[in-house]
């Protein structure tokens, strides 16, 4: 049964960001959830606590797009799970505020308790990242609460 309310889970994570539906994608996470940010990026590491992933660094990224041009998850899939993980793969989109193009693919590793999101290990193209979002005109500085990527 755990199996298959953890795939329920990512199913409403990506229904989320396809549609936009921020309320019920913050609801699914718990309040301390982590997440493990691949690569070398301003937000890249181990950053932990809902309130911190919604408020600097999901303001921040979707800051950095031309929402009115930019869609996410318009391909997704679930490559496997069980009672306690869940792999799944994501397309967006996107162009960013400064007109880059920003098609980026997503690999996420998510950990569940309680029903809620509890870890989350997100690999993506850094590199694009860093070319359309993370500019230096656009830099922001490393928060202080960022440590490793870990797992």
């Known amino acids: 049964m755990a199996t298959k309310n953890n795939r329920a889970i990512v199913e409403q994570w990506m229904n989320c960001l396809a549609t936009g539906n921020q309320e019920l994608f913050w609801q699914i996470h718990a309040k301390n959830v982590i997440y493990n940010i691949s690569g070398h990026t301003v937000i890249s590491g181990r950053i932990q606590g809902r309130e911190r992933m919604k408020n600097e660094i ?27 993980r869940v792999v799944a793969m ?3 989109d996107c162009y960013a505020g400064n ?23 997100e690999f ?21 609460g960022h ?5």
Request: hydrophobic letters at 45%.
């Open 58 to 84: 999901a303001a921040y990224v979707f800051g950095g797009l031309d929402l009115a041009r930019s869609r996410f998850a318009t391909k997704w899939k679930i490559m496997c799970a069980d009672e306690d």
């Open 90 to 92: 994501m397309e967006a």
């Open 99 to 121: 007109g880059v193009q920003y098609d980026q693919r997503y690999l996420h590793i998510f950990a569940f308790r309680d029903n809620q999101i509890s870890e989350v290990w």
């Open 124 to 144: 993506f193209d850094t590199d694009l990242a860093n070319r359309a979002l993370f500019t230096p005109e656009h830099a922001i500085p490393r928060s202080t």
């Open 147 to 151: 440590t490793a990527f870990d797992f």
